[in-house]
């Protein structure tokens, strides 16, 4: 019988595939049914982890870095850990790990049940990065470890804009030859378009940003990964990256201190769950910053993201003709536009050429056969009528007024017209005038009607199943971005707790150092607790091992575009010493930009999914569908469909 679907023929031809693979490559390590010989630890590996840290020792021994992606919750702490200290063979050294700020305590005692021994402490002060220097030349004397948060590591002097502005306009002028700044298409850039301590005048190549010192004295502010990169180079054996996605950015704070870092420690783990978004310029700043030299081989700079994308990601290309017919005279010549637009998706050599070779893989089938089983289910709302009205009437004099400014190159409205096609639907009242700014006039293109406070169909929905979950003694997170301005979460909770349940919400103003005990405290007497989910997307687990609380459902009442967001707080709570099952609920609008969203999550989930070995028809990743069903990119969506 024909395989009809990626799932079918995997578990059909999947043997073969990897038998295949076996002859034609030969692995540094072999995993056999016995766990490889590791040093003394307090806490034991499972076998399929035993077997990665054998993998990560032996790359490490070939190689300067080496990635563990590894499903979250697959243990990356305890491996990487595990993985130092054996690399080490029983030699005295020193190790440094950038984490977020949540979890470097938890990081801290990790090392300390895990390594026989350890000094772990935590870089949490100027006083404590300057002391380091008293280290130097020195030789250590056992497991040192020091734990930073990413935060910290990347803090320096203060920036302050070296440009200027016009009082008339939203131009920047250059503070050196009073050039307009523009973009690569030479249209005048706004000053809240120029990212922080980055760019120059393309006229004078002078910096747009200053630096300005240190605004709160002492040894408070200067920068981490700098001292260590220019004053204490070697004094770290072994650098771990965690989260190590999040320091993609090739011109962002964090991404730049771990690269500093990365260039003076002798070894580096980058722990990573999600190691690609969908797209392959996801990977190129830190490939480039960890493990070049594939790249460089193939002839590929740091600054050819063009022709990187052009040979590993997805490149759509639409060429517009457009005859041009002057009044009473002769037909000129049709004038051709062509332009380029990244899709997403992967070419698979990207893995083949520079991933099979730095990364070691898991699942979190491999490290635990008795784990729970995890389930996605898309949930599609209908819109109440007059919403749907208001809506399209609205998004038609949005999409209408933004073709007009596109014409002219300016994009200023594209922010309050995604917002509002993201949002309304969910807090139908107190928008007033969407308009734009032009010479410092706000022009008003439309003002969306209120509706009153009622509980809508998507509300209703989530109510429904945070009931359906109770009475099944089930707890359940919900996923909401808005609630701020919009404070969609707020309304939210409070309609959850009219019909019964206990909600309460975790919010932004819980510090990041906070969380854990925060959640200890109210997880086990509630039934719903409501979240941004960046709040809680690394790190934390949603579930108590003594059996306090436990959250094994899940709802994304809206998932907005990020999927290293949506595929690491989906698995805050399916990991090892879960004992149900998971369910995990997407809700979305249909007809809406909503649902443009969802398709283009699909597409990422899908590709980054595939890079990492994990191809399924099933859930989230099912919506991706053909090329010609989804848009490619909500922004096109927005000026193609409005």
């Keep these: 019988m024909k395989a009809t679907t990626l799932d079918e023929y995997l578990e059909r031809y999947g043997p073969t595939l990897a038998e295949t693979a076996a002859q034609r490559f030969d692995p540094l390590h072999r995993p056999t049914s016995d766990s490889p010989a590791l040093p003394p630890l307090l806490r034991q590996p499972f076998p399929a982890q035993a077997h990665a840290i054998a993998g990560l020792v032996a790359s490490l021994k070939r190689d300067k870095s080496v990635f563990l992606c590894a499903e979250m919750g697959t243990g990356k702490t305890l491996q990487s850990i595990a993985a130092t200290h054996a690399l080490a063979n029983g030699r005295p050294y020193r190790a440094l790990v950038v984490c977020p700020g949540h979890i470097v305590e938890k990081w801290c005692r990790e090392i300390t049940e895990t390594i026989p021994g350890a000094d772990a402490a935590i870089l949490d002060d100027g006083r404590a990065i300057a002391g380091l220097a008293d280290l130097k030349g020195t030789k250590p004397t056992g497991p040192w470890w020091r734990v930073i948060s990413r935060n910290r590591a990347k803090l320096g002097a203060e920036i302050q804009p070296a440009f200027t502005t016009s009082l008339r306009s939203a131009n920047v002028f250059c503070p050196t030859c009073g050039a307009t700044i523009t973009d690569a298409k030479d249209r005048p850039v706004a000053a809240d378009e120029l990212a922080e301590d980055k760019g120059r005048c393309r006229s004078c190549g002078d910096a747009l940003w200053s630096e300005i010192g240190p605004q709160r004295g002492g040894l408070n502010r200067f920068c981490p990964s700098r001292f260590i ?93 457009t005859e041009v017919i002057g009044r009473g005279l002769p037909k000129k010549k049709p004038t051709t536009r062509t332009t380029e637009r990244i899709r997403p998706g992967i070419v698979p050599g990207l893995f083949g050429r520079h991933l099979l070779g730095q990364c070691v893989y898991m699942t979190l089938d491999q490290v635990a056969s008795e784990l729970p089983g995890y389930t996605e289910t898309i949930i599609p709302v209908t819109m109440d009528a007059d919403v749907t009205n208001e809506y399209n009437r609205v998004r038609t004099l949005l999409r209408n007024t933004n073709a007009q400014l596109s014409a002219k190159g300016n994009q200023q409205l594209l922010g309050a017209m995604l917002n509002f096609l993201l949002v309304y ?218």
């Design 229 to 321: 990169s220019r004053k204490l180079r070697g004094l770290f054996d072994t650098l771990i990256l965690d989260e190590a996605h999040e320091l993609k950015g090739k011109d962002t704070a964090q991404g730049l201190a771990a690269a500093k870092l990365a260039s003076a420690c002798s070894k580096v783990i980058a722990l990573t769950g999600t190691l690609i978004g969908g797209y392959a310029d996801h990977i190129r700043p830190l490939l480039f910053r960890l493990a070049p030299a594939s790249l460089v081989r193939e002839g590929l700079s740091w600054h050819d993201a063009t022709e990187f994308n052009r040979r590993y990601g997805r490149i759509e290309t639409v060429t517009k003709s």
């Design 425 to 642: 639907p969910d807090m139908p009242r107190g928008w007033g005038e969407l308009g734009y700014y032009d010479g410092g006039q706000f022009t008003a293109v439309a003002e969306p009607n209120d509706f009153p406070e009622r509980i809508d169909a998507k509300e209703q929905a989530v109510i429904d199943l945070c009931h359906k979950e109770k009475s099944e003694g089930r707890q359940v997170w919900v996923y909401c971005l808005n609630n701020g301005e919009r404070n969609v979460q707020g309304l939210l909770a409070e309609l959850l707790r009219s019909s019964g349940l206990k909600a309460v919400e975790l919010r932004g103003n819980i510090s990041p150092e906070k969380r854990e005990a925060w959640i200890a405290k109210h997880a086990p007497s509630a039934d719903v607790i409501l979240s941004h989910p960046m709040l809680v997307e690394t790190g934390i687990d949603l579930f108590d091992k003594r059996g306090s609380y436990n959250f094994p459902t899940m709802i994304w009442y809206s998932t907005g575009y990020n999927p290293f967001t949506l595929r690491q707080a989906s698995r805050r709570a399916w990991r090892i010493g879960q004992t149900r099952d998971c369910r995990v609920f997407f809700l979305y609008w249909k007809g809406s930009m909503q649902q443009a969203a969802m398709n283009l999550m699909s597409q990422k989930m899908a590709a980054s999914n595939a890079i990492e070995g994990k191809f399924s028809s099933a859930g989230l990743a099912a919506l991706a569908g053909d090329d010609d069903s989804c848009h490619a990119a909500l922004m096109r969506a927005i000026k193609t469909n409005g």
